[in-house]
Nanobody, 124 residues
């Protein structure tokens, strides 16, 4: 079990950048695959990005590929989501999640631990 707390959300103009952070507490953080999901009003929670425990393997949703970068610092028990070239459709509550699964988990049910979320609003 790991406790996750997101931060860094806010209001940003379209085309701008924002970096989200997810602070984790618990055991064996370095062995978790960490992911970011987002949920816009009226929509289901969707996969954004994930990163392996080693930091070498990453996976992104097509909608954010090339614009977002996920990274992690295991020594700080923190995972980041650098968001560039933001669009209005990126507006959502962003959630950090953790899983002990291997491979490339991209579905909500594959993640067992979740943060409370942080709001990202992109204005046009």
């Amino acid at each position: 079990q790991v406790q996750l707390v997101e931060s860094g959300g806010g209001l940003v103009q379209a085309g701008g950048s924002l970096r989200l952070s997810c602070a984790a507490s618990g055991r064996t953080f370095s062995r978790y695959i960490m992911g970011w999901f987002r949920q816009a009003p009226g929509k289901e929670r969707e996969f954004v990005a994930a990163i392996a425990w080693s930091g070498g393997g990453t996976n992104y949703a097509d909608s954010v590929k090339g614009r977002f970068t996920i990274s992690r610092e295991n020594a700080k028990n923190t995972v980041y989501l650098q968001m560039n070239s933001l669009k209005s459709e990126d507006t959502a509550v962003y959630y950090c999640a953790a899983t002990t699964r291997t491979g490339y988990p991209r579905y909500r049910w594959e993640y067992g631990d979740w943060g409370q979320g942080t709001q990202v609003t992109v204005s046009s």
